[in-house]
């Protein structure tokens, strides 16, 4: 049986763990190449440690124990001229491109008067200008391959308020509003352009968040909008990636312009 | 390598053909067992002939060729005591239930709201909306009993946009959603996910018609398919008229699996863009 990806090359930010990683890792499983790109290098302005070159060389071994080809490098999303450099190195040595992953990101928490300029730059250039160059990086490839599937990560931080992630929340709503005009742009060559919405995934980088806690008993009216539906506290990144794989897949050839709530019923209540 | 629904049974209602018998086919050849479910007749003042005894005959044949279960029967989403014995029925027959597909729903002439005869709304929020209810009222104990399942409600690209000449359509389908969100949150306890489906045009009989080809080109008196086809393209972003009933049935059967287990509440478009227009 042949995969549901089958002989597409992926391309994903933030692929040295967590969701990356896991999308890496899926995608392979049923078919995919890999390119694959992370910053591996910790920011000043967040409170734990991001991924490591070991990180990344450890999705690069996941993805070839699949039998599937992988090229990674570091790079730093904010970079446009150095992710453009990667990808088109990457497509030239895999063949063409078919899928983007924009998924790197990072989080921090704290009230608003809290946020600093620094904290406000460092997420919005990572969460929505990352996400930018990355489709700006990519879609010449995916037009040349005469269409494709662009999922950019947002977050049910894009749908609702969250209280005490202000510039996180800012970039999530952005990265809606940049989909929904690629989605229209990119129709014509047959590219698709949806966002993914998780709520709380178990990975490094909200188990590093903490702090809420002391925040939110501040104003208990607040805690409850980070309850979930269904009666699970958090989802795993294989779940985020098994709808990433859809949207990927020609199963979704006609899907676009959707946001795609992963989020146990988090943004319904 | 195991099916993506293996081992589950899925109860369809307007499964005699179009987008039913499509989702039909696609769980079974995953794995699923069928409850099988259509009216099997004509709906006055439908522009359109509806299913036959034949169609549905032939939907048990193709899931049967895929080595699958399937228990049929003549129901009508409208009565809901005859729906709930025929979904009673094919429990009893297939063991448990594991998924639902509310799909049964017709089409429709266009109508000024403010000229439409009394028969005619009534008709489509039955069928369209309170059979989306009622399918749901009878399956629910039995998901519950399997401790879980995914309820998946077609509604429609006029579910979440107005489109005028068709207010009765357009405001069963959205009371679709309303019916989902809510059910997502009285059933999340139990593990039981809601979500809707919102197709753009899909070709099938309850949109290729003559009724639906003069809907979108009142300038033609006999408009035919291919008049509509740049019409309805217009609709969309992606250069397409329409998607084919497997479209759909790919994203039901994302919904119906374990790979969307924590994905409720969710009103998945399958509208080639249209609704981002």
């Not at chain 1, 302005?45 to 039998?67: F, I, S």
């Not at chain 2, 009933?245 to 994203?251: F, Q, R, T, Y």
């Amino acid at each position: 049986m042949t995969g549901r990806v089958q002989g597409k090359v992926a391309f994903i930010t933030g692929a040295a763990r967590g969701q990356g990683r896991s999308h890496a890792i899926r995608l392979a499983e049923e078919g995919a190449d890999i390119i694959a790109v992370d910053i591996c290098r910790d920011y000043p302005t967040v409170g734990y440690g991001l991924a490591t070159e070991a990180d990344l060389a450890q999705t690069v071994k996941d993805v070839e124990a699949l039998d599937r080809r992988i090229i990674a490098a570091q790079a730093d999303v904010r970079d446009a001229a150095a992710l453009k450099r990667v990808v088109d190195d990457a497509v030239a040595q895999l063949g063409h491109l078919d899928i983007v992953c924009a998924n790197a990101g990072i989080c921090t928490v704290q009230a608003w008067d809290e946020v600093t300029p620094d904290v406000w730059r460092d997420t919005l250039d990572t969460n929505l200008t990352g996400v930018w160059n990355t489709m700006v990086a990519a879609a010449p490839h995916l037009i040349a391959a005469g269409g494709g599937s662009i999922i950019c990560t947002s977050s049910t931080a894009g749908i609702k308020g969250l209280p005490f992630l202000a510039p996180y929340v800012a970039a999530k709503h952005g990265v809606v509003g940049i989909a929904r005009t690629m989605a229209n742009e990119l129709a014509q060559h047959k590219i698709r352009v949806n966002t993914v919405h998780p709520t709380g995934v178990n990975t490094p980088m909200v188990e590093g968040l903490g702090g809420l806690d002391p925040l939110i008993n501040r104003d208990p009216n607040l805690g409850p909008i980070f309850m979930n539906t269904l009666p699970v506290q958090s989802v795993e990144a294989r779940d985020i990636s098994n709808a990433v794989l859809f949207l990927a897949s020609d199963e979704a050839q006609y899907v676009t312009g959707l946001e795609f709530t992963v989020d146990a019923g988090n943004t319904i209540r | 390598m195991p099916g993506r629904v293996a081992g589950k049974v899925a109860f369809i209602t307007g499964a005699a053909r179009g987008q039913g018998r499509s989702h039909a086919i696609r769980l079974a050849e995953e794995g699923a067992d069928i409850i099988a479910v259509d009216v099997c007749q004509d709906i006055p003042g439908v522009p359109y002939p509806g299913a036959t005894e034949a169609d549905l005959a032939q939907t048990a044949k193709a899931v049967e060729a895929l080595d699958r279960r399937i228990v049929t029967a003549q129901a009508d989403v409208r009565d809901y005591a005859g729906l709930k014995a025929a979904l009673d029925d094919g429990v009893a027959q297939l063991g448990r239930l594991d998924i639902v597909s509310a799909n049964a729903g017709i089409g429709t002439s266009p109508h000024l709201a403010a000229e439409m005869a009394e028969d005619t709304w009534r008709d489509m929020i039955d069928i369209n909306l309170t059979g989306v209810w009622h399918t749901a009222k009878a399956a629910i104990p039995h998901l519950r009993a399997a401790h879980g399942g995914a309820l998946i409600l077609t509604s429609s690209a006029a579910g979440l946009m107005a489109y005028p000449n068709i207010a009765h359509y357009v405001s069963a389908k959205h009371g679709v959603v309303g019916l989902m969100r809510t059910l997502a949150l009285e059933l999340a306890p139990d593990m039981i996910r809601v979500n809707s489906i919102h197709p753009t045009q899909v070709d099938t009989p309850m949109i290729q018609n003559e009724a639906t080809y003069r809907l979108f080109r009142p300038d033609l008196d006999h408009p035919t398919r291919a008049d509509f086809e740049p019409a309805s393209q217009q609709m969309n972003a992606l250069p397409i008229p329409w998607v084919d009933p497997v479209d759909i049935s790919n994203a039901v059967l994302f919904l119906a699996s374990d790979e969307a287990r924590y994905i409720t509440g969710v009103a998945l478009p399958v509208d080639a863009g249209c609704l981002i227009k």
